[in-house]
């Protein structure tokens, strides 16, 4: 009876062969994904919901530009959950949650001047907030909007430093 | 009794992870967004589960919708459940209420489901993955059992 609850030799390499077949079909699918994602070069992502003119998209930017915008005064903001932001976040940024835009605006606002260059980011590659926030931040004129599509975990993995809120 | 028991905990996974890999498979980026949430892998290793992991599931739902290859399909689907437990309770473990990204990557907030509920959901999963090896027929192409 316990024999039968064990899987043979030969499922076992059925088994690895189910799974090199689907992996080869996943990545000759997506290849180009894959391949982006790992020479660290920007997936454009984009909200499905938006259908906006290409003038009111926030512009993408990569890793590699990030520290000369900081350097000219650009701010990070993290369009993340509050909670995750408490915990932790990228240097200097300022917590505008997508799901609380409309609660925090007006003191972001009074915050943050209009022509401030402002680099957006959420929880990476595919994350659409920061870009669905950045089309907002667009019509409530501020002009100088990029999303960092790398985002959080990006940072994280390369080693750069990171803030948290201190708790009371 | 053993007979349908296995035809149903076999149809039902082959429906779930048809309709999980479809939906995964259908938009990769959002699925990578919702496995670097988890913050276990490095970043660029998201896109790459992201971009073959809806094919494993939908590979192995399909074997399993048509009774062929069982045992291999079933021993994958416990390894990859298993690794979904794994990351759910590290998830509870560390509190990040994220949506899972089990079946809809990209959900709107509030709609996807919490890391606590998607446990008891794979847990379940489990039970059905055992349920179907234990009363498989004795050998592949032999009657079932009445």
């Known amino acids: ?168 | 009794m053993k007979k349908w028991s296995y035809h149903l905990c076999r149809l039902l996974l082959a429906g779930v992870f048809i309709y999980a890999g479809f939906l995964k498979g259908r938009d990769p980026v959002a699925f990578a967004g919702q496995v670097a949430a988890y913050q276990i892998l490095p970043y660029a290793f998201n896109y790459l589960v992201a971009a073959t992991l809806p094919f494993i599931e939908l590979l192995c739902g399909v074997l399993l919708l048509l009774n062929r290859r069982v045992q291999p399909a079933l021993l994958v689907l416990f390894g990859l459940n298993a690794a979904f437990m794994l990351a759910l309770f590290s998830l509870v473990w560390r509190g990040l209420d994220i949506d899972c990204g089990c079946f809809h990557p990209g959900a709107e907030e509030g709609t996807g489901t919490s890391p606590l509920m998607a446990l008891f959901r794979d847990a379940g999963l489990m039970l059905a993955i055992l349920s179907v090896w234990v009363f498989r027929p004795k050998q592949a192409g032999e009657p079932l059992d009445e």
């Open chain 1, 1 to 168: 009876m316990s024999d039968r609850l064990l899987p043979s030799r030969r499922v076992l390499l059925e088994a690895l062969v189910l799974v090199f077949f689907a992996v080869a079909v996943g990545l000759s699918l997506n290849y180009a994904l894959v391949l982006r994602a790992f020479s660290g070069r920007t997936v454009v992502v984009k909200s499905a919901s938006l259908n906006q003119p290409a003038q009111q998209f926030p512009q993408p930017v990569d890793y590699e530009e990030l520290d000369d915008l900081l350097a000219t005064g650009s701010r990070f903001i993290d369009a993340r959950d509050a909670h995750l932001y408490a915990d932790s976040h990228l240097p200097g940024a300022i917590s505008l949650p997508l799901g609380e835009v409309d609660q925090r605006l007006e003191a972001f606002s009074a915050q943050v001047p209009r022509e401030t260059s402002l680099i957006l980011y959420c929880n990476g590659f595919g994350c659409p907030d920061s870009f669905d926030l950045g089309v907002r931040l667009i019509a409530e004129g501020y002009r100088q909007v990029k999303v960092y599509e790398g985002g959080f975990p990006e940072w994280r993995d390369r080693g750069r430093q990171l803030e948290t809120v201190e708790k009371r």
